[in-house]
C-alpha cells in the first residue's frame, strides 16, 4: 500500500504497532497539512501527535469490553506527502489514498491536519454518503482568503458532494454564513440548543434521534475537535468556548453507529506541549468510533 503513494517516510503506527497490510480492517491516513490555517498554524504536527498519544491507549475499552484492535486490525500509513502550497494537489492526494483504502474493503480514517482534506477524503469515497459534522464552525463560505478550498469553506465543498449533512455543536459562523443557512435550510444543530435541552446532563434523545434522523443509510464523519468545549481541547487552531463535552460525542456516536460508516477523519489538532490532552482524546475517540461503528 504505501508504495502507491507519495510518503514523507515518517513512520508511526495507531496503538504502537502495525498488523500486515492484508488483515488490516482500518487503515489510519496522516496528513500533515495545514496550508489555509488561518489563525494558530501547527496543525500539520496534529496526525503525529495523535498516534504518539495512541500508544498510550488502553487495547481493552470498558464500555464494549473487549480489545477493540482485537477484531479490527489498525494499519497505518505513512504520513502522505503533501504539497503546502497546493491545497488542490493536497485533496487529490487525500481523495486517492482514500479510494484506494476503499477499493481494498478496508475502512479509511483520516488523521488532520487542517480541516480541508475532508472534501477529499468524501470525494474518494466515490459513493453518496451523508455526513455528520462536529464542529464549532459551519465552514459555509463560498471561499475564504482567496481559495474555495480552505478549511473555512470545507463544509461548503462537500455540501457540493452530498446532499444530506448535518452539522453539530456549531457556534460560530459570518453573515454570509447565516444566510446561506436560512436560505437553504441547512440542517444544523448550534451547540446553545443542544446544551439547553440537555436532560440529566446528556443531550436529550430526542435531539440525538433527531440528528441521527438527518443522515441516510451510508454516513461519513468529520470531527473537527474545535466541536469539543476548549476546557477539553484547548490544543487546536481556533477555540471557541461553549463546546460539546465528552459523552456528548460518545453518545452522538453511539446512535450513529446503526448506519453504515464507511469511514472518518478527526482533525485540526494543534500539538501545544506540555499538555497533551487535545491529541489524547483525539486517539482515544477515533478508537472509540472504530469500536462504535465496525467492531462487532
Ligand atoms: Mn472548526
Given amino acids: 500500500m504505501n508504495e502507491l503513494f507519495k510518503l514523507t517516510g515518517v513512520k508511526k503506527t ?3 504497532f502495525q498488523p500486515s497490510f492484508d488483515d488490516a480492517k482500518v487503515v489510519v491516513v496522516p496528513v500533515p497539512y495545514d496550508a489555509t490555517t488561518s489563525y494558530g498554524a501547527g496543525t500539520r504536527y496534529g496526525p503525529s501527535a495523535i498516534i504518539d498519544a495512541s500508544s498510550q491507549l488502553e487495547l481493552y475499552d470498558i464500555e464494549l469490553e473487549k480489545n477493540i484492535c482485537d477484531q479490527l486490525p489498525i494499519y497505518t500509513l505513512d504520513e502522505l506527502s503533501i504539497n503546502k502550497g497546493s491545497p488542490e494537489k493536497t485533496i487529490e492526494t487525500v481523495k486517492q489514498a482514500v479510494k484506494h483504502i476503499k477499493a481494498l ?10 480541516h480541508s482534506i475532508t472534501s477529499g477524503a468524501i470525494a474518494g469515497l466515490e459513493q453518496k454518503v451523508s455526513v455528520l459534522q462536529i464542529d464549532a464552525h459551519a465552514d459555509l463560505r463560498e471561499s475564504y482568503q482567496g481559495t474555495k478550498y480552505s478549511h473555512a ?9 452530498s446532499d444530506d449533512v448535518v452539522q453539530v455543536g456549531i457556534r460560530s459562523m459570518c453573515d454570509e454564513e447565516a444566510e446561506f443557512v436560512k436560505e437553504n435550510k441547512i440542517e444544523l444543530f448550534y451547540a446553545d440548543d443542544l446544551i439547553q435541552n440537555k436532560q440529566n446532563g446528556r443531550i436529550s434523545q430526542s435531539d440525538i434521534e433527531k440528528i441521527v434522523s438527518g443522515l441516510t443509510d451510508n454516513v461519513y464523519v468529520t470531527v473537527d475537535v474545535d466541536g469539543f468545549d476548549p476546557s477539553l481541547v484547548p490544543g487546536t487552531g481556533t477555540p471557541e468556548p461553549g463546546g460539546l463535552l465528552w459523552h456528548d460525542v460518545l453518545d452522538i456516536m453511539k446512535a450513529v453507529s446503526s448506519k453504515n460508516v464507511v469511514g472518518f477523519d478527526m482533525v485540526e489538532v494543534l500539538p501545544s506541549p506540555p499538555f497533551r490532552n487535545s491529541e489524547f482524546l483525539a ?3 477515533a478508537y472509540k468510533m472504530m469500536g462504535y461503528f465496525w467492531s462487532t
Avoid at 105 to 113: A, Y
Fill in 153 to 161: 469553506s470545507v463544509m461548503r465543498r462537500v455540501r457540493g458532494m
Fill in 105 to 114: 474493503g478496508k475502512k479509511p480514517v483520516v488523521l488532520g491536519g487542517e
Fill in 14 to 16: 495507531y496503538l504502537g
Fill in 283 to 285: 486517539a482515544k475517540l
